[in-house]
């Protein structure tokens, strides 16, 4: 229970989040960057439609499509973001009375509103929901028009952000693609949780009592591999590890004083589990070592 009141008040700040960020950094300066929510700046443009009303419009059309296309498994953590998003849009929108930004730089603006705004759509996707909107759409094309995820969000998003260009003009434009560059990049790195773990893969000769080292100095679990040389085609042990970062200097020196010939690569994760059950590592950058 106290799991999923964490998950569900996880998922609120996230949508609030953005629609603070939409009110105060996106809208007023027509930044037109993503989704239903960029459309609807280019529609109040012309209709005089409020944003508010146009997303809740589009995500009540777009929840029932959802459920007769997707089925309800997928259409079910679109429904509470399609609701939330839109209404705190509009309780939000007097938001510019109380704090005014007129005075700070256009891309300051940007900034602050794509990286806001990322930060809370990555609360929300890690917790396995969305704020519906072209989120659904791109689920669609995904699963009939076989396009990848990652393309069919260039397309739709790449279309709003055109019609952004056609209506508000290229320096908006440009103001725009900063804003989504930085929704894509916040989101995916808070919805990926990051921490500071290091996953080791080492060959050494003396394997043994590096093994030793990990498991009874450290306290770590360690994994051996049975691993073949791709030149010299020679069998060996290969020791896998997941450390804490703030281990790995004084781990790395302490392997170099068992043997300084050891053969060491780190790989940055982004995420680890372990209950004796499952290790994921989700990998960032890999950075071998050679001493």
């Not at 950094?25 to 280019?42: K, R």
């Not at 791109?138 to 056609?166: A, H």
Request: net charge positive; aromatic share 12%; hydrophobic share 45%.
């Amino acid at each position: 229970m106290k799991k999923r009141i964490k998950k569900y008040c996880t998922v609120t700040l996230g949508i609030f989040l953005v629609a603070i960020a939409f009110n105060l950094f996106l809208a007023p300066y027509n930044f037109a960057s993503n989704g239903v929510s960029g459309l609807s700046i280019i529609v109040k443009r012309f209709t005089g439609i409020s944003e508010g009303t146009f997303i809740l419009a589009s995500n009540i059309i777009l929840i029932g499509i959802s459920y007769n296309f997707l089925g309800w498994e997928k259409t079910k953590h679109s429904i509470i973001g399609s609701i939330l998003f839109p209404i705190f849009v509009s309780i939000t929108s007097p938001i510019t009375n109380f704090i005014v930004i007129e005075n700070m730089d256009l891309l300051i603006i940007s900034l602050l509103g794509g990286v806001i705004s990322g930060v809370g759509y990555g609360l929300v996707y890690q917790n396995d929901y969305t704020t519906g909107g072209t989120d659904i759409l791109n689920q669609l094309m995904e699963k009939y028009c076989k396009v990848p995820m990652g393309k069919s969000i260039i397309y739709v998003d790449g279309m709003v952000v055109l019609l952004g260009f056609i209506t508000f003009g290229f320096t908006t434009m440009l103001y725009s693609m900063i804003v989504l560059f930085l929704i894509s990049e916040l989101s995916n790195r808070t919805m990926l949780k990051i921490n500071h773990n290091q996953i080791l893969f080492i060959q050494s000769k003396k394997i043994e009592e590096i093994k030793t080292l990990l498991t009874k100095e450290f306290t770590y679990d360690v994994t051996l591999l049975n691993t073949t040389g791709g030149y010299s085609k020679e069998k060996r042990k290969t020791l896998f590890c997941a450390i804490s970062k703030k281990d790995y200097y004084m781990i790395k020196e302490s392997i170099l004083l068992i043997d300084k010939n050891a053969f060491i690569t780190v790989v940055t994760a982004y995420e680890t589990q372990n209950g004796n059950k499952s290790l994921k590592a989700h990998m960032k950058e890999i950075n071998t070592q050679e001493s």
